[in-house]
T-cell receptor, first 114, second 117 residues
C-alpha cells in the first residue's frame, strides 16, 4: 500500500523567506506523487505532480518539488514566500498505471508572517 | 463555471437522521471519488466510480453509507442513522481516465460539511 508522511503539521515562515514543506512516501511500486493546496473554505487544488518524467517538477504559483528516490522524498519548495501562500498543503501518492486510488498525507498548514 | 459542484455545502442534522449529499462532476470526467476529511487530517478515501460502476469501497465506509452514480453522471452519498462521529467534510472529486489510465489528478469540489448533533 502507498502512503505519505508529512513532517510538521504547522510551518511558519516570514514573507520573502524560503518555503520548505516535507513529504516522504512509501510505495512498493514506482509512485505518482502530488502536492495539493487547500485555501480556507475552498476545495483542494493540484499544485504539481510527479509522473516519472523529470525529477524536478515545477508547479503553479512558483512552487516546485524534487523527487528523490534514494531518500523516498518529495519535498515542496518556493524560494520566496508570499502572503497569499498561506494555506494547507497536502502531499499525495498513487500507483502508476490503470486505476489509482490517491492517498493523502495529513497536511501541513503554512503560515506566512508579514 | 464547470468545476465539480457539491450540494448542500453545509448540513446540520440530529443523530439518527439520514442525510444525502450530491456531487456533480466535471461533465467529461468518467471517474468520481468521495473522500472524507476531518479536522487536522488529510482526505480519506471512501469510494470511487468509473462511469456508473462502483469499483472500490474503503473499509471506512460502513453499511450505513451508500453511494450511487446512476447513468455515470452525478453521484449521491447517503448516510443513514447518522452518528456524531460522522461529522466531517465530505469531498467529491472527479478525473478523466484514458485507455492508459490516468495520472491521478483529481479535481475537487468545495465539499459538504456535515455536523451531527
Amino acid at each position: 500500500a502507498q502512503s505519505v508522511t508529512q513532517l510538521g503539521s504547522h510551518v511558519s515562515v516570514s514573507e520573502g523567506a524560503l518555503v520548505l514543506l516535507r513529504c516522504n512516501y512509501s510505495s512498493s511500486v514506482p509512485p505518482y506523487l502530488f502536492w495539493y493546496v487547500q485555501y480556507p473554505n475552498q476545495g483542494l487544488q493540484l499544485l504539481l505532480k510527479y509522473t516519472s518524467a523529470a525529477t524536478l517538477v515545477k508547479g503553479i504559483n512558483g512552487f516546485e518539488a524534487e523527487f528523490k528516490k534514494s531518500e523516498t522524498s518529495f519535498h515542496l519548495t518556493k524560494p520566496s514566500a508570499h502572503m497569499s501562500d498561506a494555506a494547507e498543503y497536502f502531499c499525495a501518492v498513487s500507483k502508476t498505471g490503470g486505476y489509482q486510488k490517491v492517498t493523502f498525507g495529513t497536511g501541513t498548514k503554512l503560515q506566512v508572517i508579514p | 463555471d464547470t468545476g465539480v459542484s457539491q450540494d448542500p455545502r453545509h448540513k446540520i442534522t440530529k443523530r439518527g437522521q439520514n442525510v444525502t449529499f450530491r456531487c456533480d462532476p466535471i461533465s467529461e470526467h468518467n471517474r468520481l471519488y468521495w473522500y472524507r476529511q476531518t479536522l487536522g487530517q488529510g482526505p480519506e478515501f471512501l469510494t470511487y466510480f468509473q462511469n456508473e460502476a462502483q469499483l472500490e469501497k474503503s473499509r471506512l465506509l460502513s453499511d450505513r453509507f451508500s453511494a450511487e452514480r446512476p447513468k455515470g453522471s452525478f453521484s449521491t452519498l447517503e448516510i443513514q442513522r447518522t452518528e456524531q462521529g460522522d461529522s466531517a467534510m465530505y469531498l467529491c472529486a472527479s478525473s478523466l481516465a484514458t485507455g492508459t489510465g490516468n495520472t491521478g489528478e483529481l479535481f475537487f469540489g468545495e465539499g459538504s460539511r456535515l455536523t451531527v448533533l
